[in-house]
């Protein structure tokens, strides 16, 4: 029987081999006499003096090859003898002080399969899988990946994250901006693929966009696109997803290459920053964590409003139909009599009532915000008629804000300023529609 492959043997395998540990440690394991490689793939951006324009150089930490402060200090079964070859091996890659750079965790299989009857009769079958799991530990907390080679397979990716780098969250705009206006505002840096816009309403996310998702009461991320969809168990292809389908508690943000992307009211942004950029933006950081909270909280109490609302709702729909009925049971002669009366020329018009509930509008300043199934701009007229002025932005002025699905900034600005907040049903009610 195979031997196991969970942390406790993996312990006691880097033991045997004296394997060293840093701030960040990757650890491979398997039970096989074939030779598996630990592989770890180091990208790091710089700017061209000449030029200004940014460049990446990529490098793999391999056989004792030291870069980006990382050392393969275990390496085992590169030969099928000696004291560095085993049916149980392990292999071992560990960073101290990292230098800022992507870094991604790979396992390869460079050679064929190792097969000897009278050797290692377990392992015969020259098409058998050989499986796997590599360790990784970081910051404290350790992470696994389970995989398996067949005889067509070469190279697995396990992990990919970056280290040195540093996210400053900014707080949503009331107007349009873009990535480049932004940066000139907060005096950040800009370099290509360094902004990320929070996903607020539902839209489709494309195949191979970079995404982080932020638990905003710790302040914590899961950084990489392979990383979020394992924690959120969505498949690696086309997204279709929006504030509701996130976690709760987060926000996710999608990588944009682009500093001229248009982002739109109410979106928060993210920036990768530099160790003094990101202390210089604490406190606007703070800020953005607070709001987001804020948000939450409010949005959770308009969708309780909501269902409220509609339980009353279906409270009032048996009196409703009951006094429908009774309206059609009157003679029709009283019906056609009133037909008369109004089409007689010298018959009085009798003067138009408001609409039910609208004199509770009636002086106020309403901002509508968020996705409403009442079209705006029969929403706006109905309002009006209701006697309230309808305005752009929340403010001071403002009296109430109707807010839909995927309401933005307006929300925590409102919860700021003591402005009232209504879902729309309630709003629906109160202008008679």
């Known amino acids: 029987m195979a031997m196991s492959l969970d942390i406790g043997e993996l312990n006691k395998r880097l033991g045997r081999e004296k394997a060293k540990s840093g701030d960040i440690t990757a650890s491979l394991i398997w039970n096989d006499p074939s030779d598996l490689d630990l592989l770890a793939e180091i990208r790091t951006s710089y700017r061209c003096q000449n030029t200004g324009a940014m460049n990446e150089s990529c490098f793999t930490i391999s056989h004792l090859y030291r870069k980006g402060g990382g050392e393969l200090d275990v390496v085992m079964n590169k030969d099928d003898k ?35 009857v009278k050797r290692w009769p377990a392992f015969k079958d020259p098409n058998r899988k050989i499986p796997f799991k590599v360790y990784l530990t970081r910051d404290g907390e350790v ?19 970056k280290v040195g780098v540093f996210y400053i969250v900014f707080p949503a705009s009331t107007t349009s901006s873009t990535f480049k206006d932004l940066c000139s505002k907060y005096k950040v840096t800009w370099q290509d693929g360094c902004g990320y816009y929070a996903v607020v309403r539902s839209a489709k996310i ?13 302040n914590k991320f899961i950084v990489g696109r392979e990383a979020v969809l394992r924690a959120t168990n969505w498949p690696d292809s086309e997204l279709k997803k929006g504030a509701k389908d996130v976690p709760v508690d987060h926000t996710l943000f999608v990588q944009s290459e682009s500093c001229n992307r248009v982002i739109p009211p109410g979106t928060q942004v993210l920036f990768e920053v530099t160790a003094e950029e990101h202390a210089k933006h604490k406190v606007i950081n703070a800020a953005a964590l607070e709001a987001a909270q804020d948000m939450a909280k409010t949005g959770a109490a308009v969708a309780s409003a ?35 009366r109004a089409a007689s020329p010298s018959a009085a018009a009798p003067a138009m009532k408001r609409a039910a509930g609208g004199g509770g509008l009636s002086g106020k300043s309403i901002v509508f915000t968020g996705t409403l199934t009442t079209p705006r701009a029969a929403a706006t007229a109905a309002a009006r ?43 629906k009610q109160c202008a008679g529609l």
């Open 143 to 161: 992470s696994d990946f389970s995989g398996s080679f067949t005889t067509e397979d070469h190279l697995v990716s396990c992990f990919k994250f």
């Open 206 to 218: 494309h195949n191979g966009k970079e995404l982080l998702l932020q638990n905003y009461k710790t």
């Open 306 to 340: 909501g269902k409220d609302s509609k339980a009353k709702a279906a409270a009032r729909a048996d009196p409703k139909a009951k006094a429908k009925a009774k309206a059609k049971a009157e003679p029709k002669a009283k019906a056609k009599a009133g037909a008369k």
């Open 385 to 427: 008629a209701a006697g309230a002025s309808v305005l752009g932005a929340v403010s001071k002025t403002t009296s109430i804000l109707v807010a839909g699905p995927g309401a933005g900034s307006k929300i925590a600005k409102a919860a700021a300023l003591g402005v009232e907040v209504w879902d729309e049903e309630k709003f």
């Open 82 to 116: 000696g004291k560095k070859f085993s049916l149980h091996p392990v292999e071992n890659i560990f960073w101290n002080n990292p230098t800022p750079c992507t870094i991604r965790i790979l396992v390869n299989r460079t050679s064929g399969y190792r097969t000897d």
